[in-house]
Nanobody, 129 residues
Framework: QVQLAESGGGLVRPGASLTLSCAASGRTFNTLAMAWFRHIPGKGKEREFVAGVSRTGSVLGYTDSVKGRFLIFRDFLRKTVNLEMSSLKPEDTAVYTC????????????????????WGQGTQVIVSS
């Protein structure tokens, strides 16, 4: 089983930047496809796909609302997947959760939460003036 630990959430003003980090352990890091999902208050129980990265780090994917503002990347030395968020908006307010899939191919990237077996506890991001 993969253990995932998120960090970096907080309260920021609109337009600010914030970086989330997800540390993975329990499995060889480069065997995991990883992604960030978020749950927005008042929008049901489903998590929304935010960004994902393949095992190799060469395939990236983003939901349309964050393209050009968020950047996901893997740090193979620190075994983390980071989400750099800039130009934050109030609608980005959510609990952000890291997810891992240990069965993915090298260049697979999944946008559906059911494809991920392991999840972190989440970190809250609040964007408010």
């Amino acid at each position: 089983q993969v253990q995932l630990a998120e960090s970096g959430g907080g309260l920021v003003r609109p337009g600010a930047s914030l970086t989330l980090s997800c540390a993975a352990s329990g499995r060889t890091f480069n065997t995991l496809a990883m992604a960030w999902f978020r749950h927005i208050p008042g929008k049901g129980k489903e998590r929304e796909f935010v960004a994902g990265v393949s095992r190799t780090g060469s395939v990236l994917g983003y939901t349309d609302s964050v393209k050009g503002r968020f950047l996901i990347f893997r740090d193979f030395l620190r075994k983390t997947v980071n989400l750099e968020m800039s130009s934050l908006k109030p609608e980005d307010t959510a609990v952000y959760t890291c997810a891992a899939d240990a069965d993915a191919g090298e260049n697979d990237l999944f946008r559906i939460q059911s494809m991920y077996e392991d999840w972190g506890q989440g970190t809250q991001v609040i964007v408010s003036s």
